[in-house]
């Protein structure tokens, strides 16, 4: 199994950025999948959930509103379109299945 996100960076408040994160090694297509992410200090908290067919998402309520999940199961691809971001958006954001987690990207936003 292997989780590889990308699509982190330096943003201003308020700015946009979009996540990435490809899945091999499991049955993608047929399974849930969630975006986390770990602020400076603080422990991992979770973000997102996508149903397996795009059709069912959730979302922390601190996002709400601002962040969209979305996948592409022809690519087996997951994403997470981060808009309005703010400064306690920034952290490491981790791709997740069951128990596996990819390396993570950094977003940071700052002036």
């Known amino acids: 199994v292997q989780l590889v996100e990308s699509g982190g960076g330096l943003v201003q408040p308020g700015g946009s950025l979009r996540l990435s994160c490809a899945g091999y090694?499991?049955?993608?297509?047929?399974?849930?999948m969630n975006w986390f992410r770990r602020a400076p200090g603080k422990e991992r908290e979770w973000v997102a959930t996508?149903?397996?067919?795009?059709?069912?998402?959730n979302y922390v309520d601190s996002v709400k509103g601002r962040f969209t999940i979305a996948r592409d199961n022809t690519k087996k691809m997951v994403y997470l379109q981060m808009n309005g971001l703010e400064r306690e958006d920034t952290a490491v954001y981790y791709c997740?299945?069951?128990?596996?987690w990819g390396q993570g990207t950094q977003v940071t936003v700052s002036s």
């Open positions: 997740n299945w069951h128990d596996y």
């Open positions: 090694g499991f049955p993608f297509s047929h399974t849930d």
């Open positions: 996508i149903g397996f067919d795009g059709r069912g998402t």
